[in-house]
């Protein structure tokens, strides 16, 4: 069975930073042959990308609204990818999921919250 686990979400205040994690398993085949994405969804709205890591973490790509703020990477022997999220701003807000890019396997989201 396929579960894809995040976490590391909480409330945190503007500027604040936080490290989301997403752990896989019971894939088909290794973490390490699934490029994996981030998305985030706020309330009411429509389901947005964050960012894309290769299979091997070389390559990387983020949308504009949130580049030089978040950082993807992964740690294949962990079968994790993290997202680091810092100076957070209030419209970060949202619940972040993340899937593989091969399969279509998503997790259950972990919920970021900025607010003073």
């Known amino acids: 069975q396929v579960q894809l686990v995040e976490s590391g979400g909480g409330l945190v205040q503007p500027g604040g930073s936080l490290r989301l994690s997403c752990v896989a398993s019971?894939?088909?085949?290794?973490?390490?042959?699934?490029?994996m994405i981030w998305y985030r969804q706020a309330l009411g709205k429509e389901r947005e990308f964050v960012a894309r890591?290769?299979?091997?973490?070389?390559?990387?790509e983020y949308a504009d609204s949130v580049k030089s703020r978040f950082t993807v990477s992964r740690d294949n022997a962990k079968n994790t990818m993290y997202l680091q999220i810092d100076s957070l701003k209030s419209e970060d807000t949202a619940m972040y999921y993340c899937?593989?890019?091969?399969?279509?396997?998503w997790g259950q989201g972990t919920q970021v919250t900025v607010s003073s």
């Open positions: 899937k593989t890019v091969a399969g279509n396997y």
């Open positions: 019971g894939l088909p085949v290794g973490f390490e042959n699934y490029a």
């Open positions: 890591i290769d299979s091997i973490g070389r390559r990387v």
